[in-house]
T-cell receptor, first 116, second 116 residues
Framework: AQKVTQAQTEISVVEKEDVTLDCVYE???????LFWYKQPPSGELVFLIR??????QNEISGRYSWNFQKSTSSFNFTITASQVVDSAVYFC?????????????FGDGTTLTVKP | DARVTQTPRHKVTEMGQEVTMRCQPI?????VFWYRQTMMQGLELLAY????????DSGMPKDRFSAEMPDATLATLKIQPSEPRDSAVYFC??????????????FGPGTRLLVL
């Protein structure tokens, strides 16, 4: 069975600090997909990124970057120079490509608070 | 800008009443998911459909919950009779599955349900 663990329940940083959100996953499939979603105080879940298991290239998008390491089953998310608007709950999710194509398992989320 | 829409956005009802929540997936998406989010349980997958056929509803209490897709543009989630423990935010998400690829899920704004 697939499992996603976000060990950090809450993180608090001061604006402009860098912060990394951890995500560790478990799966028996060799083909799978990893996601990060953001849930701001407004409540809607916003898709941030998707990675395929066969592509370990890290990705950078503005102040956001993602580090995918199959050797440690981790897909960590770093926000550089954090801003107050980054305050949200962040969810990591895993979808097994063959076994349950499309069905995602979500972690419990990490609540990030960025203070001015 | 295509979005998943959900109605109603808020619902307050009394225990025992029927509740119907509606979702309009993004046009062209072939998969629809229903989630429930509570503080205690986090994000739980209730059911999902592909090409309007139910694939998995194991997360749904069978005796009171039902999910349907009358057509490709409408998904419904019903609770009858409702109970206070059903109070939660219910999210609909849609995605487009191609072959064996995992699909990205795009979430609606949610229906905030309070059962008194």
């Amino acid at each position: 069975a697939q499992k996603v663990t976000q060990a950090q329940t809450e993180i608090s940083v001061v604006e402009k600090e860098d912060v990394t959100l951890d995500c560790v996953y478990e799966t028996r499939d060799t083909t799978y997909y990893l996601f990060w979603y953001k849930q701001p105080p407004s409540g809607e879940l916003v898709f941030l990124i998707r990675r395929n298991s066969f592509d370990e290239q890290n990705e950078i998008s503005g102040r956001y970057s993602w580090n995918f390491q199959k050797s440690t089953s981790s897909f960590n998310f770093t926000i550089t120079a954090s801003q107050v608007v980054d305050s949200a709950v962040y969810f990591c999710a895993l979808s097994e490509g063959v076994t349950n194509a499309g069905k995602s398992t979500f972690g419990d989320g990490t609540t990030l608070t960025v203070k001015p | 800008d295509a979005r998943v829409t959900q109605t109603p956005r808020h619902k307050v009802t009394e225990m025992g009443q029927e509740v119907t929540m509606r979702c309009q997936p993004i046009l062209g998406h072939n998969t629809v998911f229903w989630y429930r989010q509570t503080m205690m349980q986090g994000l739980e997958l209730l059911a999902y459909f592909r090409n309007r056929a139910p694939l998995d509803d194991s997360g749904m209490p069978k005796d009171r919950f039902s999910a349907e897709m009358p057509d490709a543009t409408l998904a419904t989630l019903k609770i009858q009779p409702s109970e206070p423990r059903d109070s939660a935010v219910y999210f609909c998400a849609s995605g487009q599955l191609r072959g064996q690829e995992g699909e990205t899920q795009y979430f609606g704004p949610g229906t905030r349900l309070l059962v008194l």
